[in-house]
């Protein structure tokens, strides 16, 4: 059973910094991408930061210069440094990965339960 679990949120001031994690754990191949998604209060959800299989990045352009995602592919822990805080970065941020846990097995989705970020102004 494959398992994502998110850590790292908490309550910080606007300008301050939070790292989050995403670890995988469970009967893990490989792993291709690797998203952040992120829900605010009364919005959908959006993608916030991508990690392709070959390394490229992709970022929405509200985070872009704030964010960064990478990977330890060692621990098969996602991590997503997030800079200069703002109080419309608030919301539940989930990472979701695209892995699959043996060769007869196929690519599937996986979502981690959210960490809530609350930035205070």
């Known amino acids: 059973q494959v398992q994502l679990v998110e850590s790292g949120g908490g309550l910080v001031r606007a300008g301050g910094s939070l790292r989050l994690s995403c670890a995988a754990s469970g009967r893990i191949l490989s792993i291709d991408a690797v998203d952040w998604y992120r829900r605010a209060p009364g919005k959908k959800r959006e993608v916030v930061a991508t990690l392709s299989s070959d390394g490229s990045t992709n970022y929405t352009d509200s985070v872009k210069g704030r964010f960064t995602i990478s990977r330890d592919n060692a621990k098969n822990t996602v991590y997503l440094q997030m800079n200069s805080l703002k109080p419309e970065d608030t919301a539940v941020y989930y990472c979701?990965?695209?892995?699959?846990?043996?060769?007869?097995?196929?690519?599937?989705?996986?979502w981690g339960q959210g960490t809530q970020v609350t930035v205070s102004s």
């Open positions: 979701n990965a695209v892995l699959r846990a043996s060769l007869s097995s196929s690519w599937s989705s996986y």
